[in-house]
């Protein structure tokens, strides 16, 4: 091996390694962005207090799934209770 084709090889491995890490950052930054701006994980680890001012909050999967469901179950016991015939009153 000389000293140039070991340069050769640095610098191929150097662009192949900053192509993938551009594309990868690039893959994952909005859902890096949703969890990072979730307020209900910051909620949730006690930190809401830092949440910074100038973001505007999102929702991240897990949130959201969890916030879907209670609203699920609280829109069928309303209308469980709504469908249910009224209790007859004892004289
Ligand atoms: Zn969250």
């Known amino acids: 091996m000389t000293t140039l084709s070991l340069v050769i090889w640095f610098t191929l491995v150097g662009i192949v390694l900053t192509l993938y890490l551009t594309f990868f950052t690039w893959y994952l930054w909005p859902a890096l962005m949703r969890k990072s701006h979730c307020a209900w994980c910051w909620q949730s680890l006690h930190l809401i ?3 910074p001012r100038g973001w505007s909050s999102t929702i991240c999967g897990r949130h959201e799934r969890q916030l879907r469901a209670q609203s699920a179950a609280r829109r ?4 469980d209770a709504a469908t249910r015939p009224p209790a007859e009153v004892q004289a």
Request: positive net charge; glycine residues 0%.
């Open 49 to 51: 207090r830092w949440y």
């Open 76 to 79: 069928a016991r309303r209308l």
